[in-house]
């Protein structure tokens, strides 16, 4: 079974930055895609970032781009998500995901994500 831990949310305010991390674990696919998806306050879990598995493919959501990047760490299965500019909107619950497809793109849910971690973002 995967397992995701993810780490470095936290209150933060309008402007500044933070580096979530996310580390898996049980995955026995070659190839796959890991993520982060936000779920904010009143609104639909999103999916704001994903790299495939060597690293060469990004997706970001359009509320994303410009803003964050993510990123492969070196060791296998670790992601990274480096949020600059925060806005109040960024507030929410970030998940770590990750699944053997892209997701996004077809509007369905990872097939595995973590206990999440909380952004708060003030004005």
């Known amino acids: 079974q995967v397992q995701l831990e993810e780490s470095g949310g936290g209150p933060v305010q309008a402007g500044g930055s933070l580096r979530l991390s996310c580390t898996s674990s049980?995955?026995?696919?070659?190839?796959?895609?890991m993520g982060w998806l936000r779920q904010a306050p009143g609104k639909e879990r999103e999916t704001v970032a994903a790299?495939?598995?060597?690293?060469?493919?990004?997706y970001y959501a359009d509320s994303a781009k410009g803003r964050f990047t993510i990123s492969k760490g070196n060791a296998k299965n670790t992601v990274y998500l480096q949020m600059n500019s925060l806005k109040p909107e960024d507030t929410g619950v970030y998940y770590c995901?990750?699944?053997?497809?892209?997701?996004?793109?077809?509007?369905?849910?990872?097939?595995?994500w973590g206990q999440g971690t909380q952004v708060t973002v003030s004005s």
């Open positions: 995901a990750t699944d053997q497809g892209n997701w996004w793109a077809y509007g369905s849910s990872p097939q595995s």
């Open positions: 049980g995955s026995t696919f070659s190839s796959y895609y």
């Open positions: 790299i495939n598995w060597n690293g060469a493919s990004t």
